[in-house]
């Protein structure tokens, strides 16, 4: 299978920047759907982000990932890999 990666940064209210990078099929190039991905994951967080915004998400190419991050696309649609700042 072949995904599309999308490198995104949120700023955090304690000031740090998260990285992380939404992952989805090569398919899925709607920008609203992505960042809703990426809105779902911070919701999950155990501290406070800024909004995240389609400025501060984008295409950054197209590879072939582990099994592991194509079955969590094929189980709910994508994947995030948590890069920097992404917990507490």
């Not at 990078?21 to 609203?32: R, S």
């Not at 155990?46 to 194509?70: G, L």
Request: one cysteine or more; charged letters at 25%; glycine letters at 4%.
């Amino acid at each position: 299978m072949k995904i599309s990666i999308w490198d995104t940064q949120v700023n955090r209210e304690d000031g740090l920047i998260m990285y992380f990078e939404i992952v989805v099929p090569m398919n899925i190039t709607n920008e609203k759907t992505i960042c809703a991905y990426g809105k779902e994951y911070l919701k999950k967080k155990v501290f406070r982000t800024n909004e995240m915004s389609s400025s501060k998400c984008s295409f950054c190419q197209i590879e072939s990932r582990s099994s592991h991050i194509i079955g969590q696309i094929h189980s709910v649609g994508y994947s995030i890999v948590e890069i920097e700042n992404c917990n507490a």
